[in-house]
């Protein structure tokens, strides 16, 4: 309190002093003026002074509220600290991130030694450039290439498992006889490359592109193909069985005489394809192009077609025996000879194929309960000259102008069936239901229609 008093009573002297009195007195001007300035900085001392004593007894009264300003003040200094360090950790592993994918592996040791038959396990040969390399019978197991450049690189019988070859280039690369088996070929890009007889099983292969590649007599069992690109791709004799090949890219694909069973190409691209000779028992195809491709002589027994469009495709002499759920557009396919005894066609487009002398026998192709057009299966100007329709469900299918001559359809359900104009000379159609079914303008000469049920047909007055 005493250092407050004399601040203000220095204050009053300073603004009392008469310095007008002494402005001729040069000396002691000077003087007045320097004790003046010693006074103000006495002044700006005591001022802090009093400030300080001002938060000493703002504390004394308040203790706690200072405490907790004072924790207060050192969480945010710590806070500060920690984002600080936060930032720069983060900083840190982005420039390691970095660092590891710029930058190719600097093998050393054993792992340096990149010549043909040697043994390499656990390496780490990441993004390094070994285009062209002869590794002839080479042995990699557990070794990361990701990224790697190994086109036109010389690899055949070399062993690659559980290899990362993720992203790597292996375009023109000689893979012949090699086994890639529990490999990560991801992204990888193995365009024209030769893999013949290659064993892929477990490999990893989804997305990569293997356009143009020769993979005929491979081995693809449990492999994943999902939305690989294999357009224009040999798979002649390969063994795909298990594998997955959802979305993948088909087109043109060479695929005659390969193992399919039990594969999923759900969605894939199979648009003039050349799948003649192959097995596809138990395959799943639902929702795949098949527009055009060549199922000569191909093994269809319980495949899943629901919602595939096979429009324009030769299925002549394959088996699709118990198929089920077929959803699919078959309009303008090739079915001669084809074996469907016992299969489930529901929904589907028939118009214009040719399915004479198939065996259709047991059959059952109509609409879902829910339909309500006034035909289900649109079997119009069909070619079932000769086919064996015996016990076959038709209900409401649509056989205007269809070929029929000399079909078996004995005991078949035709019950409300359009067959205008359609050809039943010499057709068998002892015991059939044709309730409700029209035959305006079709030719029934010589047609057998003994212990038939004829109850509202038309067009036969």
Not at 19 to 46: D, G, H, R
Not at 89 to 104: A, I, S, V
Not at 106 to 119: E, F, H, R, S
Not at 314 to 339: E, P
Request: hydrophobic content about 35%; overall charge neutral.
């Amino acid at each position: 309190m005493n250092r407050i008093i004399l601040a203000s009573i220095l204050s009053v002297i300073l603004l009392t002093t008469p310095f007008a009195s002494v402005s001729a007195q040069s000396p002691e001007l000077q003087k007045l003026k320097e004790e003046n300035a010693k006074l103000k900085q006495k002044i700006t001392e005591l001022t802090k002074d009093n400030v300080s004593l001002k938060k000493e007894i703002s504390k004394l009264k308040n203790p706690e509220k200072s405490q907790d300003k004072t924790k207060s003040e050192t969480k945010t200094s710590d806070k500060t600290a920690k984002t600080t360090k936060q930032t720069t950790d983060t900083t840190k592993q982005t420039t390691d991130t970095t660092k590891q994918t710029t930058q190719p592996a600097n093998p050393t040791g054993k792992c340096a030694n990149l010549v043909k038959g040697t043994l390499l396990m656990n390496c780490d040969l990441r993004g390094m450039n070994l285009s062209g390399k002869d590794l002839y019978g080479a042995k990699f197991n557990g070794v990361n290439l990701e990224g790697a450049n190994l086109q036109g690189a010389n690899l055949e019988k070399t062993f690659l498992l559980n290899t990362d070859l993720s992203k790597a280039n292996l375009t023109n690369a000689n893979l012949r006889f090699a086994d890639l088996g529990g490999a990560n070929l991801q992204g990888a890009d193995l365009s024209g490359t030769d893999l013949h007889f290659v064993d892929f099983w477990s490999a990893d292969l989804s997305g990569a592109n293997l356009s143009g590649a020769d993979l005929s007599q491979s081995f693809f069992r449990d492999a994943n193909l999902y939305k690989a690109n294999l357009q224009g791709a040999n798979l002649s004799g390969a063994d795909l069985s298990g594998a997955n090949l959802s979305g993948a890219n088909l087109t043109n694909a060479n695929l005659s005489g390969s193992d399919l069973s039990k594969t999923r190409l759900l969605k894939a691209d199979l648009s003039n394809a050349d799948l003649s000779g192959t097995n596809l028992s138990g395959a799943n195809l639902s929702g795949a192009d098949l527009r055009f491709a060549d199922f000569h002589g191909t093994n269809l027994s319980g495949v899943n077609f629901s919602g595939a469009d096979l429009s324009g495709a030769d299925l002549s002499g394959t088996v699709l025996q118990n198929t089920k759920h077929i959803i699919a557009d078959l309009s303008n396919a090739n079915l001669s000879g084809a074996d469907l005894s016992g299969a489930k066609i529901r929904d589907v487009k028939l118009k214009g194929i040719n399915l004479s002398n198939a065996n259709l026998s047991g059959a059952n192709i109509d609409c879902s309960e829910q339909e309500q057009r006034p035909y289900c299966a649109d079997i119009r100007l069909t070619n079932l000259s000769g086919a064996d329709l015996s016990k076959t469900r038709l209900l409401k299918a649509d056989l205007s102008l269809a070929n029929l001559r000399f079909a078996n359809l004995s005991g078949a359900n035709l019950s409300g069936a359009g067959l205008l104009k359609a050809d039943l000379s010499g057709a068998d159609l002892t015991g059939a239901d044709l309730s409700g079914a029209d035959l305006t303008g079709a030719n029934i000469i010589g047609a057998d229609f003994s212990g038939a049920n004829l109850d509202g047909v038309k067009g036969l007055d």
